[in-house]
Antibody, heavy 117, light 107 residues
Framework: EVQLQESGPGLVKPSQSLSLTCSVT????????WGWIRKFPGNKMEWMGY???????SYNPSLKSRISITRDTSKNQFFLQLNSVTTEDTATYYC???????????WGQGTLVTVSS | EIVLTQSPTTMTASPGEKVTITCRAS?????MHWYQQKPGASPKPWIY???KLASGVPDRFSGSGSGTSYSLTINNMEAEDAATYYC??????????FGSGTKLEIK
């Protein structure tokens, strides 16, 4: 069964970069689509972007200037980098697998990232 | 960006009651997907492509709709169904948005 696990710092300072790793077991990231979604305090959910089986990426236009999603197929991991963070980027970050790019069938457990000085 | 508006925001239902959660899109979408989330857990896929139940979802759940109006229905509410439900859509070219969520509580 596919499993996804987010990892990375739980605290990031304003203006710095947020970097997270999603480690995938049980399924190759060279198939399907692999995305990042975040849930803000207050429960709003936001799709951030995804990387496809071929390595192409698609990003939420609201984040396009700050976000990068990359992958390491040898380690079966994909990564999120979000630059110039502010306190408004404080959220629980989830990585997830999408069979078609339109909905998410498997989710990681999520990791809380707090942006604070 | 297509905005999804869920209603109600919060509701309470008794065991055995029929529950309907509505999701309205600001423009027509092809499909709607739904997730269930309980406190401390990650979202679970619940209904995909409008009406298909995800693996393990009880058949008292159903999904329907088209265009700009979609719904998730529970026939015979059970205590384990208490959760927050989110709708989600995808539209070309590659933009996903989520609804604001409906918190469903048991009486």
């Amino acid at each position: 069964e596919v499993q996804l696990q987010e990892s990375g710092p739980g605290l990031v300072k304003p203006s710095q970069s947020l970097s997270l790793t999603c480690s995938v077991t049980g399924y190759s990231i060279t198939s399907n689509y692999w995305g990042w979604i975040r849930k803000f305090p207050g429960n709003k959910m936001e799709w951030m972007g995804y990387i496809s089986y071929s390595g192409s990426t698609s990003y939420n236009p609201s984040l396009k200037s700050r976000i990068s999603i990359t992958r390491d197929t040898s380690k079966n991991q994909f990564f999120l980098q979000l630059n110039s963070v502010t306190t408004e980027d404080t959220a629980t970050y989830y990585c997830a697998r999408s069979p078609s790019g339109s909905w998410f069938a498997y989710w990681g457990q999520g990791t809380l990232v707090t942006v604070s000085s | 960006e297509i905005v999804l508006t869920q209603s109600p925001t919060t509701m309470t239902a008794s065991p055995g009651e029929k529950v309907t959660i509505t999701c309205r899109a600001s423009s027509s979408v092809s499909y709607m997907h739904w997730y269930q989330q309980k406190p401390g857990a990650s979202p679970k896929p619940w209904i995909y492509e409008t009406s298909k139940l995800a693996s393990g979802v009880p058949d008292r759940f159903s999904g329907s709709g088209s265009g700009t109006s979609y719904s998730l229905t529970i026939n015979n509410m059970e205590a384990e169904d208490a959760a927050t439900y989110y709708c989600q859509q995808w539209n070309y070219p590659s933009m996903l948005t989520f609804g604001s969520g409906t918190k469903l509580e048991i009486k």
